[in-house]
């Protein structure tokens, strides 16, 4: 068990629809990464918060977007779905030290798929 | 330009034989991080093994080791005595190291299927 917890495992929605995906970091740590897995594109990077503040931004469409709360959990919500929006979304934490060596724990996804 | 390259996308391995996976990257920071998850089909991600660009020797973690070739840019992962349960996906990873901690996100290659068989 990471310490990061993703709710809920699976989502089934329709096209147009809106969806918010959540995740708990480890306890103490300060930073979330959103990531989204498909089959064509892989593991891309979406958006990095650190204590409560967005820190980076990866690939990451208009139509979604994300927000890191004071009790440090994050939510990912994602608007307009498209049938291209299907695939495994995770969050991921660190305790963001910036040092090279640190390693990202990772939530067990969240399997989203559009109808 | 791709960072992370990975060339095999599946790999077959007898059980109980040692098996290389592929690992290149790109990156022009002298200090940066490399790292190999695994991801089952259960498919949560687990690390395996960490190597710093600073590091002298190679990283291991019990069947676990990294080849690391810094002027060849590679960092490939070994697997000693294959198990069953090695079989998964293998995604290889870095991080460029910023001053600051301003950015800390891993940037994966598109990984290996490896299967392990009996």
């Known amino acids: 068990d990471s310490g990061v917890t993703q709710t809920p495992k699976h989502l089934i929605t329709a096209t147009g629809q809106r969806v918010t995906l959540r995740c708990s970091p480890r306890s103490g740590d300060l930073s979330v990464y959103w990531y989204q897995q498909s089959l064509d594109q892989g593991l891309q990077f979406l958006i990095q918060y650190y204590n409560g503040e967005e820190r980076a931004k990866g690939n990451i469409l208009e139509r979604f977007s994300a927000q890191q709360f004071p009790d440090l959990h994050s939510e990912l919500n994602l608007s307009s779905l498209e049938l291209g929006d299907s695939a495994l979304y995770f969050c991921?934490?660190?305790?963001?030290?910036?040092?090279?060596?640190?390693?990202?724990?990772f939530g067990s996804g969240t399997q989203l798929s559009v109808l | 330009a791709q960072k992370i390259t990975q060339t095999q996308p599946g790999m077959f391995v007898q059980e109980k034989e040692a098996v290389t996976l592929d690992c290149t990257y790109d990156?022009?920071?002298?200090?940066?991080?490399l790292f190999w998850y695994k991801q089952p089909s259960s498919g949560e991600m687990i690390f395996l093994i960490y190597q710093g660009s600073y590091d002298e020797q190679n990283a291991t973690e019990g069947r676990y080791s990294l080849n690391f070739q810094k002027a060849r840019k590679s960092a490939n992962l070994v697997i000693s005595a294959s198990q069953l349960g090695d079989s998964a996906m293998y995604f290889c990873a870095m991080r460029e190291e910023n001053y600051g901690g301003s950015q800390g996100n891993l940037i994966f290659g598109k990984g290996t299927k490896l299967s392990v068989k009996p």
């Open positions: 990156t022009s920071d002298q200090s940066y991080g």
């Open positions: 991921a934490s660190s305790g963001n030290t910036g040092l090279a060596n640190e390693k990202l724990f």
